[in-house]
């Protein structure tokens, strides 16, 4: 039986900066997203984003708590669904670190949250609506 798969992505807002990379492999390979990938088994979807962040971009930060969940489904043209993954977002903190694309991630940079509805990107489904809410989650609570 099919199932969706369990996936977590952090959401790293640092001063006016949010983290983002380009990823190399399906279903958004070239498209500009947060760092994440799959729940590995026994492991909180805080640490799977925590251990997700440093992988992908060498930057330390802490869980601050869960933003929203979505649905990503990985279609290949003319024979349907391939994967369905569900992406639970996690609002986290900047700790320490420059961003350096790794594992999976083909670039890795801070982009101006202001700039980031006009840069232009080729983003993931939902990357500028998630950004949104984690900005008012931060705005509520301390660290941010």
Not at 10 to 29: H, K, Q, S
Not at 46 to 75: K, N
Not at 117 to 132: F, I, P, W
């Amino acid at each position: 039986m099919e199932r969706p798969i369990a996936a977590s992505i952090a959401v790293l807002i640092r001063g006016g900066e949010v983290l983002l990379v380009r990823r190399g492999n399906r279903p958004d390979a070239g498209i500009w997203g947060f760092p994440g990938g799959k729940v590995e088994f026994g492991e909180s979807i805080e640490q799977a984003s925590i251990r997700e962040l440093l992988e992908e971009t060498g930057v330390h930060g802490e869980a601050r708590q869960v933003i929203t969940a979505l649905d990503v489904f990985d279609r290949n043209p003319g024979e349907g669904l391939r994967q369905h993954f569900i992406l639970i977002a996690v609002l986290c903190r900047w700790i320490s670190g420059d961003p350096l694309a790794a594992d999976d991630a083909v670039d890795a940079r801070w982009f101006p949250v202001q700039d980031l509805d006009t840069a232009g990107l080729a983003m993931s489904s939902g990357v500028v609506r998630v950004l949104r809410q984690a900005q008012l989650l931060a705005a509520d609570g301390p660290g941010q």
